[in-house]
């Protein structure tokens, strides 16, 4: 063996034993997140973002900040009248949620703010199209139990149409599960 590899072999033995004694310091272990931390949530929403009732996934990208998707059944959020959802005559679209929220405050008890996009597909006996895409924000109040248990209470402004719907404003109501 040359001297350059024993030298080469050497020094990646010393690299290798530095990085190995380096991970059991408390400097590394402060760096890691809680080994209990959850972050992903799974839960169902009435009303709020997807103006109906959807089914959401989100996952906590760092301590603060989570991504989500979503799809159900979803209304209009631009009628005034919400009622008329499911009736014979009404198209019940499909609504798509994806946004991003950050944590304000809190450990259980959090504040969060969000904003996203709501997409709608409509389909009714004539047609099937996609009705244009509706920006919104979102502030809300999230309880994340020790056990799992999530309960979020939400409201959310949409950004579209605000000439037939000045206050865009929709109330939301979550329950799920986190792990």
Do not use: C
């Not at 408390?26 to 949530?41: F, S, T, V």
């Not at 209009?76 to 929220?101: I, K, R």
Request: proline share 6%; no cysteine.
């Amino acid at each position: 063996m040359t001297i350059a590899r024993q030298f080469a072999r050497g020094a990646l033995s010393a690299l290798l034993a530095f990085a190995f004694v380096l991970g059991w310091t408390p400097w590394a272990a402060a760096q890691q997140p809680p080994a209990r931390e959850r972050k992903n949530l799974v839960y169902g929403e009435l009303i709020g973002a997807g103006a109906g009732a959807t089914i959401n996934y989100e996952r906590m990208v760092t301590s603060r900040i989570s991504l989500r998707v979503g799809g159900g059944e979803g209304g209009d959020p631009n009628l005034h009248d919400l009622t008329t959802m499911g009736a014979p005559d009404y198209p019940d679209p499909l609504a798509f949620v994806a946004a991003s929220n950050i944590v304000l405050a809190g450990q259980r008890h959090q504040l969060t703010a969000g904003v996203g996009v709501l997409l709608l597909h409509v389909r009714f006996h004539y047609f099937d199209e996609p009705a244009p895409a509706t920006l919104f924000g979102e502030v809300g109040y999230r309880y994340r139990s020790t056990s799992g248990f999530l309960f979020r209470a939400t409201l959310s402004y949409f950004l579209r149409d605000l000439a037939r719907n000045p206050s865009g404003l929709a109330p939301g109501v979550s329950l799920g599960w986190s792990f």
